[in-house]
């Protein structure tokens, strides 16, 4: 099911710092760098030094000698946005992958941390323990889910369309995305495009990347990535002289 994550939020420090992150190649950046892109987006500077203490507190951020890197945990979601944005499919021949989980939860805190693992592997809940989606792109589980649940190929007997629409909601997810490239003003203020790209590249992730044949006409998809390609692409035009007066020299992909 898609979720409703995608509505544009204020900009917020820790939200500027973390996208911002997230889409710089390595994902790191020294505090000047990170306050000079900040104050162009008209951020505080105690703001953004408060952000900062707490997010290093929260284990988002790693600190060391003035230099601020992403942890392993959003290093991890890094890779899964690049992969949201440049996806890699396969042709489809009908058939469905079903991820069945035979060891379970330890606790509540386990439990959703599973699902949230499988849902960010692009399946959906067919009803508790047993997940599914076309097979038309590797799945990617950890070593530790993976340990944990059992994978199947299957023809189900219910028309794959109908399927698709009950576990994933393609038609809901195509009207945000619709949404989403209808709002963005290429003229708009660099802090107003920087939400929206951030916004949609948050929906991106809950793409369920489906085939062809089972995606609402038209499909948003290819255009909401072109977006935020070009916003990328200026961001990144905007923040490296900023950057590079400070050492940094991000290369956001």
């Known amino acids: 099911m898609v979720r409703t994550s995608s509505r544009p939020r204020k900009l917020t420090a820790r939200s500027a710092i973390l996208s911002a992150l997230l889409g710089a190649h390595p994902p790191q950046a020294t505090v000047g760098g990170i306050l000079a892109v900040a104050a162009e987006l008209g951020l505080q500077e105690s703001a953004v030094r408060v952000a900062l203490t707490r997010m290093v507190a929260s284990s988002d ?3 060391s000698d003035g230099v601020y890197r992403l942890s392993d945990r959003l290093v991890e979601r ?3 946005q690049d992969a949201a944005v440049a996806p890699r499919t396969r ?3 009908g058939q469905w992958r079903l991820a ?3 060891v379970g939860a330890d606790d509540s805190t386990d439990r959703a941390a599973m699902r949230e693992s499988l849902r960010a592997a692009r399946f959906g809940e067919l009803r508790e323990g047993v997940w599914a989606r076309p097979d038309n792109l590797d799945v990617d589980l950890s070593p530790r889910l993976r340990e944990r649940v059992a994978l199947f190929t299957a023809l189900p007997e219910e028309r794959s369309i109908e399927l698709a629409e009950r576990l994933f909601s393609p038609s809901t997810w195509a009207s945000r995305a619709t949404e989403l490239v ?3 003003d290429p003229e708009a203020p660099m802090a107003a495009r920087f939400e929206l790209a951030a916004a949609s590249v948050r929906h991106l992730l809950d793409d369920p990347l489906l085939p062809e044949d089972l995606l609402p006409v038209p499909w948003p998809g290819a255009p909401l990535r ?3 390609e070009r916003f990328r692409v200026e961001f990144q035009a905007f923040a490296e002289p900023l950057m590079s007066e ?3 020299i991000p290369t956001p992909r």
């Open 91 to 93: 042709h489809w021949i």
């Open 78 to 80: 890094q890779r899964r």
């Open 182 to 184: 209808a709002t963005y």
């Open 61 to 63: 951020l790693e600190r």
């Open 100 to 102: 069945v989980v035979t």
């Open 246 to 248: 400070h050492g940094d």
């Open 226 to 228: 072109a977006i935020y």
